[in-house]
């Protein structure tokens, strides 16, 4: 082989050496659900960006402690809220203001709270049971599940 292509050959094996360092994947086998991925609105739409959590129907989990009358209204993608210690007084929440059909609410507790807690409807929505002053085990948990088409959550559990 002359210099020449010796030279040539010698380029194309690092271009390419580059292109696979540079084209190679990252896997990832613990998504967080707080990574950004770009996306696009189909061939030649907009690009925008999204968080992993909202592709997959990612959730939160909050938990709550403490004492006395906490409320709280719920976020869209707050998928469980946990009472963690020492019951409170009571404890009122309220459905997320803009849910999406299907999002399921659920509230559990490691620590029996009898007869404290109210879950109410944000504005526009109603509950298909009541469930106010209700009383959730130690180590249970009680679930709603919205429909958009009837802007009602479901007691499931």
């Known amino acids: 082989m002359n210099p020449r292509n010796a030279l040539i050959a010698g380029a194309l094996l690092s271009a390419l050496a580059a292109g696979v360092a540079i084209g190679q994947s990252l896997i990832t086998q613990n998504l967080l659900g707080t990574e950004i991925i770009e996306f696009s609105a189909g061939l030649g739409g907009t690009l925008g960006n999204t968080q992993v959590l909202n592709l997959r129907n990612g959730t939160a989990f909050k ?27 009571s404890w009122t929440i309220t459905t997320p203001a803009a849910p999406f059909d299907g999002e399921i609410l659920s509230i559990g507790t490691d620590t029996t709270l009898t007869s404290k807690v109210t879950v109410t409807a944000n504005t526009g929505q109603t509950m298909n049971t009541s469930f106010s002053g209700a009383t959730i085990s130690a180590a249970s948990s009680v679930e709603f599940q919205y429909s958009a088409s009837t802007t009602k959550w479901y007691e499931l559990r």
Request: charge should be neutral; avoid cysteine; charged fraction near 5%.
């Open 63 to 89: 938990t709550f402690s403490g004492s006395g009358t906490p409320t709280y209204t719920a976020l869209t993608k707050d998928s469980t809220l946990y009472w963690v210690g020492t019951a409170p007084t």
